[in-house]
């Protein structure tokens, strides 16, 4: 690689973490994976992103195309395939021709019938959590050559810190607003019950143990019914 090749290597990674650090949220983040990564790495139609929930679950709340979508649906359905294989197994994951996949057979045979000819999907971790896969498509077979690799690796490195960042602010997001409504459904209770904000915290985790219902979803229910009395003037 020349210097010239390596300066503009450099300035296409410092665009691409520009734009997804300019995004909001953990869907407007990886709704920019997807449409950079088909926009920039060669070879690539579309990509799609599996992600990895608390419980385990992995969907695709993002991609490019209807083909990216069909085919990411596809191993969820069967319970194997490349995007799945990089989460839990491999950094990264190419295949040349899916028409002569072997690896994934049932997968390979209906990734070809909705059009897809090659792939190549990158694990997308950081030192703490595998946060789940960036995964890309090509129509044609062949599609992705070393340097799809190369640079789909870096791109992968720079989406997993943005999608940890966003994901970690929308939890401490998520937390706050959770101590808020508890906070605010143990006031009522103080009010209601004449006790202090102690008493009704304790009142409030007790019913919650009891009726097995979460600790916040008892409140917002319990500001909910309150909100309501207050508007019927009760």
Known sequence: MTGGE??????????????????HGVEATLEETCRLAAATIDGC?????????????????????????????????????????????????????LATERRWPAFA??????GVGSMMCFRLFTERDTLGALNLFAARPR????ESREIGSIFAAHVAVALSAERTKAQLTEAFYTRQRIGEAAGILAERHQMTTADAFQMLAEASQHHNIKLRDLAERLVADENRARARGT
């Open 6 to 23: 390596q300066v503009d290597l450099a300035a296409l990674f410092a665009g691409m973490a520009r734009d997804l650090l300019a995004r």
């Open 45 to 97: 139609d579309s990509a799609g992103v599996s992600m990895v929930h608390r419980d385990g679950h992995i969907d695709t709340p993002a991609a490019s195309s209807e083909v990216a979508g069909i085919a990411h649906d596809i191993q969820y359905e069967l319970h194997e395939g490349p995007c799945l294989d990089t989460i839990w197994e491999h950094d990264t994951v190419r295949i040349d021709d």
């Open 109 to 114: 045979a209906k990734a070809v019938e909705v």
């Open 143 to 146: 599609a992705f050559d070393e």
